[in-house]
């Protein structure tokens, strides 16, 4: 997921304007800019996200890998369900709305919930946002505390650069897993397994 400010190279910029938009208001927006670059959008408690610049190609190879095995490993084993780059309705009043780069639905939490807007309002098990080179830190630390707020089990943030992905999960330090460690999601995936090395191989 790619975040600009007001700098050109970036790729987040909050909203200064002083009112609250909600999940309903995102339908009206535009898609691309008059150059035509793509922009998407989240709401922080109803102050709205532009998110532009298009991730990178290490972005998208490890988004395709983990969302490939968690297809593999557990929707085609009917553990659950597995989506990418879907928006959640985390909460409303005023309205938290984010876009996930992965998510995993598990089965107990099936069938799907889907708010009026168009959005996944299950909130999934596990989300995977992966870091790109522009992104800020803060923002992607903010969105992971959201994320368990709202009752995600597992957030791992991965970062290309790194080569790492830092596992979150509420109440626990986050720990950290580099190119020698395996992914393993005892309690959601039975027998999971994902070597972080495989994820940034390129």
């Known amino acids: 997921m790619s975040t600009m400010n007001q700098m050109p190279n970036w790729d987040l910029v909050v909203q200064p304007v002083d009112r609250l938009f909600t999940a309903a208001d995102l339908e009206a927006f535009p898609t ?73 639905i598990a089965k107990k939490s099936l069938p799907l919930k889907v708010a009026r807007e168009g959005y996944l309002e299950t909130i999934p098990e596990l989300v995977v946002e992966i870091r790109s080179k522009n992104d800020s830190l803060a923002y992607m630390r903010r969105k992971v505390e959201h994320y368990l707020k709202a009752g995600v089990e597992v957030v791992w943030l991965a970062d290309p650069a790194a080569t790492t992905i830092t596992i979150h999960s509420p109440g626990a330090e986050p720990i950290i897993r580099g190119a020698e460690d395996t992914l393993e999601l005892p309690g959601l995936i039975p027998g999971f397994s994902l070597p972080v090395a495989d994820v940034f191989r390129e």
């Not at 709205?48 to 929707?75: K, N, Y």
């Open 32 to 104: 691309e800019l008059p150059s035509g670059m793509p922009i998407d959008y989240e709401l922080d408690n109803g102050r709205l996200v532009f998110i532009m610049a298009p991730p990178g190609d290490m972005h998208g190879a490890a988004q395709s890998l983990i969302a490939t095995e968690l297809v593999l490993q557990g929707q085609k084993l009917g553990h659950g369900k597995a989506r990418t780059e879907v928006g959640i309705v985390l909460w409303r009043n005023p309205d938290r709305v984010v876009g996930a780069d992965v998510a995993f």
